[in-house]
């Protein structure tokens, strides 16, 4: 089988249908650059590799046996069900758990707003209390009766 190396035209596209003044350049000769630097860019460094890597390629094969045409049905039908039940899976699984995570989560949040009222009324209980002890202390130390000298 010949294989026929592509040509690779040095340059712009033309705008006219005159392609007989563009100069042609077989990849056995290598790819020219413009640069004056002297390094080629790397898009013409990819263009040859991906030219030379399809070139190197044998094609694939076009007849395929009715046993394969049977396998590729069956891995097909079979990644198909593999697809239908992950997709059940993600809906009914994840996203029923998600729910469930999103409502825990509101009940800490309406938990976490309690304990903070709780705490602010401890916090002034604590204080009332405090007072309270000091009025009383106060209360029972003070001498009311004076001393009476007869």
Request: proline share 5%.
């Amino acid at each position: 089988m010949e294989c026929k190396t592509p040509n690779i035209v040095a340059g712009e596209a033309s705008e006219t249908d005159d392609d007989e003044a563009a100069e042609v350049i077989s990849i056995e000769k290598g790819i020219p650059h413009m640069s004056v630097s002297g390094a080629a860019p790397p898009s013409y460094t990819f263009a040859r590799e991906a030219v030379e890597s399809s070139a190197s390629s044998t094609p694939p094969q076009v007849v395929a046996s009715d046993e394969e045409m049977q396998r590729l049905h069956v891995r097909r039908a079979m990644n198909e069900r593999c697809i239908s039940m992950l997709n059940e899976f993600i809906h009914n699984t994840v996203i029923s758990v998600s729910k469930q995570l999103n409502e825990t989560d509101n009940f800490l949040m309406k938990s976490q707003m309690v304990l903070q009222n709780t705490t602010t009324s401890v916090k002034k209980m604590n204080d009332n209390t405090h007072q309270m002890q000091t009025k009383l202390h106060d209360i029972l130390t003070f001498n009311f009766v004076p001393n009476i000298n007869i």
